[in-house]
């Protein structure tokens, strides 16, 4: 069935930050090579808390402003200050207590691994180990850090090797580490909205940005599937998901709008405004969505 879960605090707590800034967007697991299945066939789902051990999350939870698959088929999610939290996941480290320059607005996990990445509006980037100490960490490939940035920093993807990833500025500037090659940005153009977030072809030779209003922009051997560039949300879109051909994409309310071959998904009803979606493999019934709220809800198969 599907259901909200809990995500166990999996930061070690250094102290704290004042949480600022909020995140339009978020990295998705892509390219799972399983059947795409609605996922009002998985049951009713039920309400858990990410940052607390709790029911309904506790009104003094930090806020979570990321929300992105993980590369071993699980979930992270951040706040602004950089505290990370993973599904049942232990502790873990972040950067709760740091100093930081500019707010933390995105979260990428490493393929194959629990290991991530957090990016923060300036362009910093910073890489995590996995858990496990028997698996690879993220590695650093560079940032934007210290950079002038005609816009801020919205989001951040990993290729499928986890050898490299691309980060995506509001006005669609695309930046490229390791082995993420450039296949074009928005940075030229003047945009009805600004870009939210992006996610990466299952073979890392293309991307889509996504834009506010629900536009989409395809970039290398990333097909158009459709937007809804014409017809704008009533609320803005916050995240995207791509599953086989197709991809999903959600507004603040928890309406989910697919193209392609991606399933029709209910809108999904949380507390607080949906921060992100990410598309979550359940072996062997197929791949499901999964969103969070900024309160610290998700609701994810499980």
Same mark, same amino acid.
Not at 72 to 101: D, F, I, K, M, W
């Given at each position: 069935?599907?259901?909200?879960?809990?995500?166990?605090?999996?930061? /070690?707590?250094?102290? #704290? @930050?004042? &949480?600022?800034?909020? &995140?339009?967007?978020?990295?998705?697991?892509?390219?799972?090579?399983?059947?795409? &299945?609605?996922?009002?066939?998985? #049951?009713?789902? *039920? *309400?858990?808390?990410?940052?607390?051990?709790?029911?309904?999350?506790?009104?003094?939870?930090?806020?979570?402003?990321?929300?992105?698959?993980?590369?071993?088929?699980?979930?992270?999610?951040?706040?602004? !200050?950089? +505290?990370?939290?993973?599904?049942?996941?232990?502790?873990?480290?972040?950067?709760?207590?740091?100093? /930081?320059?500019?707010?933390?607005?995105?979260?990428?996990? %490493?393929?194959? *691994?629990?290991?991530?990445? @957090?990016?923060?509006?300036?362009?910093? =980037?910073?890489?995590?180990?996995?858990?496990?100490? $028997?698996?690879?960490?993220?590695?650093?490939? #560079?940032?934007? $850090? $210290?950079?002038?940035?005609?816009?801020?920093?919205?989001?951040?993807?990993?290729?499928?090797?986890?050898?490299?990833?691309?980060? =995506?500025?509001?006005?669609?500037?695309?930046?490229?580490?390791?082995?993420?090659?450039?296949?074009? !940005?928005?940075?030229?153009?003047? /945009?009805?909205?600004?870009?939210?977030?992006?996610?990466? %072809?299952?073979?890392?030779?293309?991307?889509?940005?996504?834009?506010?209003? $629900?536009?989409?922009?395809?970039?290398?051997?990333?097909?158009?599937?459709?937007?809804?560039?014409?017809?704008? !949300?009533?609320?803005?879109?916050?995240?995207?998901?791509?599953?086989?051909?197709?991809?999903?994409?959600?507004? *603040?309310?928890?309406?989910?709008?697919?193209?392609?071959?991606?399933?029709?998904?209910? +809108?999904?009803? /949380?507390?607080?405004?949906?921060?992100?979606?990410?598309?979550?493999?359940?072996?062997?019934?197929?791949?499901?969505?999964?969103?969070?709220?900024?309160?610290?809800?998700?609701?994810?198969?499980?």
């Amino acid at each position: 069935m599907i259901k909200r879960r809990h995500i166990w605090q999996s930061s /070690l707590r250094w102290g #704290g @930050l004042s &949480l600022t800034g909020a &995140l339009l967007g978020v990295a998705a697991l892509a390219g799972m090579g399983m059947e795409a &299945l609605s996922d009002a066939s998985a #049951g009713t789902p *039920t *309400t858990q808390c990410i940052t607390a051990s709790a029911a309904v999350c506790p009104s003094s939870a930090p806020p979570i402003v990321a929300f992105a698959s993980s590369g071993n088929g699980g979930a992270l999610a951040t706040t602004s !200050s950089g +505290a990370v939290y993973q599904p049942n996941g232990g502790e873990r480290t972040g950067l709760t207590g740091l100093h /930081l320059n500019r707010p933390i607005v995105g979260i990428a996990g %490493t393929p194959g *691994t629990d290991a991530y990445w @957090l990016v923060a509006s300036d362009g910093g =980037v910073f890489a995590f180990n996995s858990a496990n100490p $028997g698996l690879p960490g993220a590695q650093f490939f #560079g940032s934007m $850090g $210290g950079t002038r940035l005609n816009k801020p920093v919205v989001g951040i993807a990993s290729t499928p090797d986890g050898n490299g990833y691309w980060l =995506v500025a509001s006005d669609g500037g695309v930046f490229s580490f390791g082995d993420a090659q450039f296949y074009g !940005s928005t940075g030229s153009i003047v /945009l009805n909205k600004p870009i939210v977030g992006m996610t990466s %072809t299952p073979d890392g030779h293309g991307y889509w940005l996504v834009a506010s209003d $629900g536009g989409i922009f395809a970039f290398g051997d990333a097909a158009f599937y459709g937007s809804l560039g014409a017809t704008p !949300s009533p609320k803005p879109i916050v995240g995207m998901a791509s599953i086989g051909n197709g991809y999903w994409i959600v507004n *603040t309310a928890g309406t989910v709008y697919s193209f392609g071959s991606a399933p029709a998904v209910s +809108a999904y009803e /949380l507390r607080s405004p949906i921060v992100g979606i990410i598309a979550v493999p359940i072996f062997p019934y197929g791949t499901f969505s999964c969103v969070a709220d900024s309160d610290g809800e998700d609701t994810c198969p499980g």
